[in-house]
């Protein structure tokens, strides 16, 4: 049995990990700058957590964590903001993540691991740093790989399209077929969790909070349709900035999701409801915590915080929209075993 290492460069709360530890893809460790993804990352997950930022790890570091595998797999989703369409219109690019990819390719070029995985957003292809970087590894002498992947055809409940790229030593390497021919629904996913309050927590579960509302957005969130938009609400409700010609072109904030689609991509502002179609379909709240973690399919038990620490919605919203969907994840890691189980046989 040849050994396996992975290592998930900007790992986060560990959704990639997870998904290839559901697998049986073991990973050693896990490297991210952000403190607070230490404690998800671990607990879960039982690998280490190195609190780095990647530019400054050297590739013999990076082999040492590797260790004596006879099989390296190194994957990584490098901050997605520089790429999204975000932040293209509202230029939020000036803040140094573009390198990010290109030291993803300087690790990759020190260590040559024997296959590699990256993620990001769609529009990541539009930019030379991508090109750059699917360029290194050919001339490295891998087979490479890529395509916008739809998350709901591999079992993530939500509507989220993501840009997979798989590189590999040893020949042709891609994503599997998709495994489900319809997306699993927001009922499916959360249908059953406890009823809520906006501003209420469950008992059992400090995760399943919903952040509080405002008395117009208790109206407005009232007379919300699922899968509508505030252009269903009456003229009294509606926001002094989308009254104006250039507000009128934000149909997808102040929605509610519906109970038999898959939800909208879930980002670091869901648990809010006027940041993106993030209303409950039915009580009169913003999705929980809870349910925007499941919604990014991570188990119901998913431990985020320690207990006795207060539950922070901006931290733990970056940490849950910022992960890869762990069946995402699970998708990549099938892919990855698929792939060397056919070059053992070979």
């Known amino acids: 049995m040849s050994k396996i290492s992975c290592v998930d460069l900007f790992c986060g709360a560990g959704g990639l990990t997870h998904g290839f530890v559901l697998e049986g893809l073991p990973v050693v460790a896990g490297i991210d700058m952000d403190p607070a993804c230490r404690f998800p990352y671990e607990t879960n997950n039982q690998a280490q957590f190195i609190e780095r930022d990647i530019s400054t790890v050297t590739e013999s570091e990076l082999l040492a964590i590797f260790g004596d595998a006879d099989i390296k797999v190194l994957a990584g989703c490098a901050p997605c903001q520089p790429f999204s369409t975000y932040a293209h219109r509202y230029s939020l690019d000036g803040d140094g993540k573009w390198g990010l990819l290109y030291e993803f390719a300087r690790l990759a070029k020190g260590t040559r691991p024997d296959v590699i995985t990256m993620e990001n957003v769609p529009t990541v292809a539009k930019h030379a740093v991508f090109h750059d970087f699917v360029d290194t590894l050919e001339k490295l002498g891998y087979h490479v790989w890529y395509d916008v992947v739809n998350s709901s055809r591999y079992g993530v409940p939500q509507a989220r399209r993501r840009m ?135 188990p119901r038990d998913y431990a985020f915080i320690p207990e006795g620490v207060e539950v922070s919605f901006t931290t733990l919203g970056r940490l849950i929209g910022n992960a890869v969907p762990v069946d995402l994840g699970r998708a990549i890691a099938k892919s990855i075993n698929s792939h060397l189980s056919s070059v053992k046989d070979r």
């Open 164 to 298: 997979v790229l798989l590189a590999s030593l040893y020949g042709k390497i891609e994503i599997i077929p998709p495994t489900r021919e319809k997306p699993k629904t927001v009922r499916e996913a959360i249908g059953r969790l406890n009823p809520l309050s906006a501003g209420e927590a469950a008992p059992r579960d400090k995760l399943h909070a919903s952040s509080t509302l405002t008395d117009i957005n208790l109206q407005r969130i009232r007379v919300s349709k699922p899968g509508g938009t505030w252009r269903d609400w009456p003229e009294h409700l509606v926001a002094e900035c989308h009254r104006s010609e250039s507000g009128r072109t934000y149909p997808s904030v102040y929605g509610r999701m519906e109970w038999d689609k898959p939800a909208p991509t879930m980002t670091t502002q869901c648990f809010g409801f006027g940041n993106g179609r993030f209303g409950h379909p039915e009580q009169d709240r913003a999705i929980s915590l809870r349910e925007a973690a499941i919604l990014q399919s991570f």
